[in-house]
């Protein structure tokens, strides 16, 4: 085994009294949220740290490992700590090993991962392609969570604010059935003869809020937006549940009321706030995808069940659990054929 020096010595000395200082941090935790008032502390880190809601966040090591991102380099460690993630990757190397036995150069591309394997055969013997096997893991593994978790919990919040709200339901099985019925399948052209159920959808997304901050992004330059200067290396969150929950925007902010997307004779209306895919170049990839998955489910569903709270259960709350992204809180519901 070599001894550590130099650099490496210091940057491990540098990880360990943070690491140290951290889980001292979260001991003390209790003390100072019950010492400072919620609102911005006057130190940002300590501030971010204690603004998040440690209980329903992951457990304590990863939480360390969040911000110390650098022990993740001890070997062995990441697969210790994050068993789900592990599992996970193992599940799509599976998939990917299946897809290079089965892929046949000869016929078009089935799918994405066929698309990027034939850009990796070319791109061998060149170091600077960014068509790698890695990049091609994580590729999938993104798409896999962005798009899963997103879209589940966005029906999984349409179907609590139905049980919630019967009569909107019943308006959007009346709507189905005018337009639809209850022989074929719904199709996307039926979006255009549907303003309440697709009010009803966008509503569901500005209420549930499910991505209330964005997803972080670094600023690759100095860069000065209405009079702030954002120097280079910025980590920036953007809070876009201040835009969906605007008060000088929506009349009732924080009601789940499909009235937000309509116009006094009934048409659906597109608002400008509504950006639960964030907004820009960087915003969701997956959005065109997500409005057809919701669209179609959410009618299907609704076009053969009628959803109600269990007999003899109390109405479950409407409040959303924060976590890694705002999910509703666990509900049981009752689903009767129609
Ligand atoms: C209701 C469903 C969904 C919501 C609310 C949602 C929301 C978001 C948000 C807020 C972002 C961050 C945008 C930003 O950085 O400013 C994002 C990024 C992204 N989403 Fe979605 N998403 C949904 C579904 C999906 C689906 C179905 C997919 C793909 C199958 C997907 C793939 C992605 C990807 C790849 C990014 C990163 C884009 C980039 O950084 O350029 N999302 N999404």
Known sequence: ???????????????????????????????WAARYPPGPMPLPGLGNLLQIDFQNMTNSFQKVLNVVPVLLRIPGLPGKVFPAQKAFMALLDELLTEHRMTRDPAQPPRDLTDAFLAEVEKAKGNPESSFNDENLRMVVA????????????????????????????????QEIDEVIGQVRPPEMGDQACMPFTMAVIHEVQRFGDIVPLGVPHLTTRDI?????????????????SSVLKDETVWERPLRFHPGHFLDAQGCFVKREAFMPFSAGRRACLGEPLARMELFLFFTCLLQRFTFSVPAGQPRPSDHGV??????PPPYQLCAVPR
């Open 1 to 31: 085994m070599g001894l550590l020096t130099g650099d490496a010595l210091w940057t491990l000395g540098v990880a360990v009294a943070i690491f140290l200082l951290l889980v001292d941090l979260m001991h003390r935790r209790q003390r």
């Open 142 to 173: 993104d798409l896999f969570t962005a798009g899963m978790v997103t879209t589940s919990a966005t029906l999984a919040w349409a179907l609590l604010l139905m049980i919630l709200h019967p009569d909107v339901q019943r308006r959007v099985q």
């Open 224 to 240: 000065e937006l209405q009079g702030f200067f954002i120097p280079k290396g910025t980590t920036l969150v953007t809070n876009l």
């Open 322 to 327: 924060f976590g890694a992204m705002v999910t």
